[in-house]
């Protein structure tokens, strides 16, 4: 069916991609020739676009089965990546320059902070790679539409409805951490409730 092509067709471009991610790619948000992060980039489920399509591509990730994963993924589809622009390392601590990246991907990631401190250790450091005038763009866990059914562990740490653990913002503490930083929020910040089980919040700035 003329359909399943369409939609293979895509899948073959854009992979498992995240949908809030190609709704940055539809708004012309990157530019072929960009450096762009990803930071815990997992298997590389965000980079096949961007992989395919002339930009310069780097990722990292804890975990060493992903990376190698990736670097398979680079070498089947972007031969000229070279596999030392995917790396094992944590958010809190990138080994990159000041102000390296054009665009930084943190897609489900920062809701794995231990605490507040973590979290904007992890933040801080994403942001301190970012290019002036650079996107970054983050889906994390948030509390938005369930406040009601998470409960409290320690700090910004809830058990949610789903059965896990995670750390958890809410709509001012992005507003705040927006305006500290003078960073200018691309997208009004959107959160998308699955089933009353978990909420993901999606942020997207440019920095200033």
């Known amino acids: 069916m003329k ?4 939609a293979l067709n895509v899948r073959e471009i854009f992979g498992d991609i995240d949908i809030y ?3 940055q790619i539809l708004k012309s948000r990157f530019r072929p020739g960009d450096k762009i992060l990803d930071v815990g980039c997992g298997s590389g489920r965000n980079l096949l676009f961007f992989l395919r399509n002339g930009f310069e591509v780097f990722g990292v ?4 089965v992903a990376i190698n994963q990736v670097r398979t993924l680079a070498a089947n589809v972007s031969p000229n990546t ?7 390392s944590v958010a809190e601590s990138l080994g990159y320059n000041d102000e390296e990246f054009d665009s930084v991907i943190c897609s489900a990631v920062l809701h794995f902070a231990d605490n507040e401190e973590h979290f904007r250790a992890m933040f801080s450091e994403v942001w301190r790679v970012l290019k002036k005038n650079g996107l970054f763009f983050s889906r994390l866990a948030s509390s938005i539409g369930i406040e009601d059914r998470i409960k409290p562990i320690e700090g910004r740490r809830f058990l949610i409805p789903d059965g896990s653990e995670r750390f958890l913002v809410d709509e001012q503490m992005l507003v705040t951490i927006s305006e500290s930083i003078g960073a200018t929020l691309l997208e009004p910040i959107k959160t998308t409730n699955v089933q009353n089980l978990r909420c993901m919040t999606t942020w997207v700035l440019r920095k200033p």
């Open 82 to 88: 070279p596999p030392k622009n995917f790396e094992i």
């Open 61 to 64: 990730d804890p975990n060493p």
């Open 3 to 6: 359909e399943n092509r369409i």
């Open 21 to 23: 991610l190609f709704d």
